[in-house]
């Protein structure tokens, strides 16, 4: 499956933006999706995670209740809405697809889109 993520930028803190993921070549719904992103100097870190139907879904704490994965297979697209952006959010955010369930280890995933750059400034 082809990955192509779009919709970073640069934002103030407190804003809002929405990343999408859209996906080619394969059934989107036979594969788990994830966001992962990476700060410069950092490891690459997952954000958040959604199974086949979407139905069920994972967030990291430093991003719960404030991002929100979601999917639509019928558009063969993923999202990440960010809201209450903050400073330490800044990083390039990278989707990704494995099959059956979503993993926490990057290294796991056999499918990425590009990364899109996020920045927030204070």
């Known amino acids: 499956v082809q990955l192509q993520a779009c919709g970073g930028g640069l934002v103030q803190a407190g804003s809002s933006l929405r990343l999408s993921c859209v996906a080619s070549?394969?059934?989107?719904?036979?594969?788990?999706v994830a966001w992962f992103r990476q700060a410069p100097g950092k490891e690459r870190n997952l954000v958040a995670a959604a199974s086949r139907n979407g139905m069920s879904t994972y967030y990291a704490d430093s991003v719960k209740g404030r991002f929100t994965i979601s999917r639509d297979n019928t558009k063969n697209t993923a999202y990440l809405q960010m809201d209450s952006l903050k400073p330490e959010d800044t990083a390039v955010y990278h989707c990704a697809a494995r099959p059956s369930y979503w993993d926490s280890m990057w290294q796991t995933y056999d499918y990425w889109g590009q990364g899109t750059l996020v920045t927030v400034s204070s």
């Open positions: 070549g394969r059934t989107f719904s036979d594969f788990a």
